[in-house]
């Protein structure tokens, strides 16, 4: 009987890891039909502060650099419907407070994702160029490669993404009693020395750019200590942690 349960679940499981795959996969095919197009959207701060063009200096980069542009688009379009198959796998074995708390995870992280992916692709790249453009001498043409803009676009939009995910940790650090809300709020003065110094790895080595990152990452921080106010102030947790606390207590007096 166990065994059958098991096998019924890890059925599910594959079938909704089937789906995003699949899903990517169509994701993928549409991307690189539409390479051009995607290409030019990315590229469009060089093109049109700098009126730059780019170069490609090897044949095999013309291949794989609109692959490697479909697959970061497919991924982007993708990451919903996977945190959406992942919660909807655990739905059923959840209480309606868990539900909740699940959904607002859920929200939460594609919101983050987005937001900080459409940050560096629509604030950061342009101010990266209009930099280059400040600093860059007047006798000097600026011809980036195809392959090495198009990767930094990918890691830069990345980062972001994942970096504003910060809420999230927060939340299952004070979800998993280890941290409270209190310590983080203690923790804010040494967080802005820590953004500054990934502001400072993850972004080239000027100041604004250090800025550009740490300041918004400093502000994100702010909005997870919002939602663990919001989540004390509506007991969300708390309800939780009563259900468990309550199935512990009947599985105790069965045993």
């Known amino acids: 009987m166990f065994d059958e349960a098991v096998l019924g679940y890890w059925q599910e499981f594959r079938f909704r890891i089937s789906l995003c795959l699949g899903w990517f996969l169509g994701c993928f095919c549409l991307s690189y039909a539409y390479s051009n197009w995607l290409y030019s959207l ?36 993708t990451v919903p419907l996977f945190f959406y198959q992942m919660g909807a796998f655990v739905w059923p074995a959840m209480y309606k407070q868990e ?19 459409l940050f560096a692709l629509g604030v950061m790249s342009p101010f990266l160029v209009y930099y280059i453009k400040a600093i860059l001498p007047p006798s000097v043409t600026y ?47 040494y967080f802005i020395i820590i953004a500054f110094i990934v502001g400072m790895v993850l972004t080239p080595p000027d100041v604004l750019s250090q800025c550009l990152l740490a300041i918004p990452l ?19 947790f708390r309800s939780v942690r009563g259900l468990q606390s309550h199935d512990k207590l009947q599985i105790i007096q069965q045993v």
């Not at 730059?52 to 982007?76: E, I, N």
């Not at 539900?99 to 994702?113: F, K």
């Not at 400093?218 to 969300?236: D, K, M, S």
Request: proline share 3%.
């Open 143 to 189: 011809m980036p490669d195809m392959k090495l803009y198009i990767d930094f676009m990918i890691y830069l939009s990345m980062c972001f993404g994942w970096v504003f995910e910060l809420p999230l940790a927060m939340m299952f650090l004070v979800y998993f009693n280890w941290c409270s809300r209190q310590k983080l709020a203690s923790f804010r003065r």
């Open 99 to 117: 539900r909740r708390l699940c959904l607002t995870v859920l929200l939460l992280a594609i919101a983050l994702y987005y937001f900080g992916t």
């Open 218 to 236: 400093c502000l994100v921080y702010e909005f997870g200590l919002l939602i663990l106010y919001l989540a004390h102030r509506f007991g969300l």
């Open 42 to 77: 990315i590229t469009w701060p060089v093109s049109s502060i700098l009126s730059s063009s780019f170069v490609v200096l090897s044949l095999v980069d013309t291949l794989t650099t609109p692959l490697r542009l479909s697959w970061y688009v497919a991924w982007f379009m």
